[in-house]
């Protein structure tokens, strides 16, 4: 009788298959727990600055006139910490992902990452140059960035919601 070839064994492939989206899934895993965890330590260390800078009564930050910026940059350490935690989250949600395609994933994954950069750099970026009251235009970034923040946690609630 004739040995099969690798390649000609139908469960072979699919148990290829099952072998790689284990793969991807877990290397998305790592990435979303790296991106949580180093994010987290960025925004935690931006939290230290900020109460150094009203520990040494730093009046760019402090005087009534910078209020605005005050607000934004408190704002852009608590969306920061927060969205770190999200991908702390999402990573601990991809095993429960299972019929999720890579290409999916990798949509999510790019949603949640841009989300993360976008919202957080707009609140910041908002709160260096200031207008009155107003915050500049880098706060223009942050609604781009909350969209990309819904679409991805619509994208994982869907995900979770589909039958196996």
């Known amino acids: ?15 290829s298959s099952r072998d790689s989206s284990r793969s ?3 290397a998305l ?6 991106w949580g965890w180093w994010g987290l330590l960025i925004f935690l260390s931006l939290g230290i600055v ?9 009046g760019a930050y402090l005087n009534v006139g910078n209020e605005t910026r005050r607000l934004m940059w408190r704002l852009a350490h ?9 991908h702390m989250a999402f990573a601990l949600t991809i095993p429960h992902l299972d019929k999720l395609a890579d290409k999916q994933g990798r949509q999510l994954s790019r949603c949640m990452m841009g989300a993360s950069i ?6 910041f970026l908002g709160g260096v140059v200031t ?10 970034l942050l609604p781009i960035g909350a969209f990309l923040l819904f679409v ?6 869907s995900a979770l919601g589909k039958k196996g």
């Open 24 to 26: 991807h899934a877990e």
């Open 131 to 140: 207008y009155g009251g107003d915050p500049g235009l880098g706060i223009f």
């Open 152 to 157: 991805g946690v619509y994208g994982i609630a």
């Open 118 to 123: 976008l919202m957080p750099a707009g609140f």
């Open 78 to 86: 608590a969306h920061g910490t927060m969205l770190s935690l999200v």
């Open 29 to 34: 895993t790592r990435k979303h727990l790296q």
């Open 1 to 15: 009788m004739k040995s099969k070839q690798k390649g000609s064994d139908p469960a072979g492939l699919d148990r």
């Open 50 to 58: 900020l109460e150094a800078l009203h520990g040494f009564k730093v």
